[in-house]
């Protein structure tokens, strides 16, 4: 492979727009095409990022053997038919989060990408930034012991449009698939297993998707995660990790920049500061690594962990 790593991007909206501003400030990665249904489209993001081709079409982008790998970045609706598309034609994909819209589609993109041996991942960019590197090792070394609760919350609110991605059933909208998975993929980095058991209750709204739900794991030690996502609510967006030797506060989770370790019977926190530019340059860095690697997938966000959040959402 060329030392230049060049993406596709199936998509243009404003997701696309950020992805495509981290691979530009990202070594040894370039835009190499863009494609959307409407090329008029395509061709006013690839001017705006001086990305040398544009497609009308998802095929033809597929098709293209200039490119090592492609992101999409369509609604969530779409993602299982482009991610099919992108594999039958061999090309490396990095799907955007929600993955699909179901379990039987992640399975079905998973096992497809297993058996031909083409590169798969899911877009979960949180996984990737530096601070979870250290809160990781806090928690293996047995900083705050065993972990008996894990707390998250992740809301934001406007007032939106019936027609919204957000609040629309037909773009696979609602709470739980966008920020609630944020939620449920992070109890699952921390307690490395399926919840035993699993109690919810949301609020369904005027589109018939749920605007708000909080959500309770439960584990076979007893441990507990309690989340909290919401489309109706502004909320602190924070994560705590509850330990018998301690607890761990993670400031804004899901794009956190600062940790803070607290130790029992110390009076001295311990607090670390991780800052970023825009966030995906890690996830795109990861695929790179592991493409140029010659791995299917990557060890930091397993195909079995997406289809596992799949399962229990």
């Not at 495509?20 to 040894?28: C, E, L």
């Not at 490119?67 to 992108?86: R, S, T």
Request: one cysteine or more.
């Amino acid at each position: 492979m060329p030392d230049v790593f060049k993406w596709g991007i199936i998509g243009t909206g404003m997701i696309a727009n950020k992805f495509s501003k981290a691979v530009i400030n990202t070594p040894g990665a370039e835009l190499g095409a863009v494609a959307s249904r409407n090329v008029e489209k395509a061709e006013e993001f690839a001017k705006k990022y001086s990305i040398p081709k544009t497609y009308g079409s998802y095929e033809q982008i597929a098709k293209d053997p200039e490119l090592d790998a492609i992101y999409i970045a369509v609604p969530n609706p779409f993602h299982y038919e482009n991610i099919m598309l992108c594999l039958e034609n061999k090309k490396p994909v990095l799907c955007e989060k929600p993955f699909t819209l179901n379990a039987k589609q992640a399975k079905d993109a998973i096992d497809y990408a297993r058996k031909n041996n083409v590169f798969l991942m899911e877009a979960l960019w949180t996984r990737f930034l530096p601070i979870y590197k250290t809160v990781g090792e806090w928690i293996k070394n047995g900083e705050i012991g065993e972990i008996r609760v894990l707390k998250t919350d992740f809301g934001f609110y406007v007032p939106w449009p019936k027609e919204d991605r957000h609040v629309n059933p037909a773009l696979g909208g609602g709470g739980l698939l966008d920020v609630g998975v944020y939620n449920i993929a992070f109890a699952q980095w921390v307690f490395k297993q399926e919840p035993q058991r699993i109690t919810s209750m949301a609020h369904i709204g005027e589109t018939g998707v749920d605007e708000q739900a909080s959500i309770i794991f439960a584990y076979d030690k007893g441990q507990l995660a309690v989340m909290t996502c919401s489309l109706l609510a502004d909320m602190p967006n924070d994560a705590w990790i509850y330990g018998s030797k301690g607890m761990i506060y993670l400031k804004d989770y899901w794009r956190g920049t600062t940790a803070v370790l607290k130790r029992k019977g110390q009076l001295s926190d311990e607090t670390i500061y991780c800052p970023f530019e825009n966030g995906f340059e890690y996830e795109i860095m990861e695929v790179m690594n592991c493409i140029r690697e010659g791995k299917t997938e990557s060890p930091l966000r397993t195909l079995d962990e997406t289809l596992a959040t799949i399962e229990v959402m």
